[in-house]
């Protein structure tokens, strides 16, 4: 049974950081692209980041310089460090792996999301 586990959300205010854990279980870690998506109420889930099997990384624009996606392949876990949070940073955010496969297809797996509120 696949499972990711998100952990470490909660509030913080403006310019605080947090930093974001997803355990993954079931698969075979290390050879999946691993990412960090959020969701803010009334919009659609966007990507923040996402971190290849290899290592490259890949941000959304409006997070870079602020959040590190990171990954250690021996504890199965990816991070994400957010610092100089904003309000609009404020989100659920969501663990996704996936492995893609020929044809188009892929097996991708999404985690239950951990809260994100930063205010004041």
């Known amino acids: 049974q696949v499972q990711l586990v998100e952990s470490g959300g909660g509030l913080v205010q403006p310019g605080g950081s947090l930093r974001l854990s997803c355990a993954a279980s079931?698969?075979?870690?290390?050879?999946?692209?691993m990412g960090w998506y959020r969701q803010a109420p009334g919009k659609p889930r966007e990507l923040v980041a996402r971190?290849?099997?290899?290592?490259?990384?890949d941000y959304a624009d409006s997070v870079k310089g602020r959040f590190t996606i990171s990954r250690d392949n021996a504890k199965n876990t990816v991070y994400l460090q957010m610092n100089s949070l904003k309000p609009e940073d404020t989100a659920v955010y969501y663990c996704?792996?996936?492995?893609?496969?020929?044809?188009?297809?892929?097996?991708?797996?999404w985690g239950k999301g951990t809260l994100v509120t930063v205010s004041t």
């Open positions: 996704k792996s996936e492995l893609r496969l020929g044809s188009g297809n892929a097996i991708v797996y």
């Open positions: 079931g698969i075979i870690f290390s050879i999946y692209t």
């Open positions: 971190i290849i099997s290899g290592g490259n990384t």
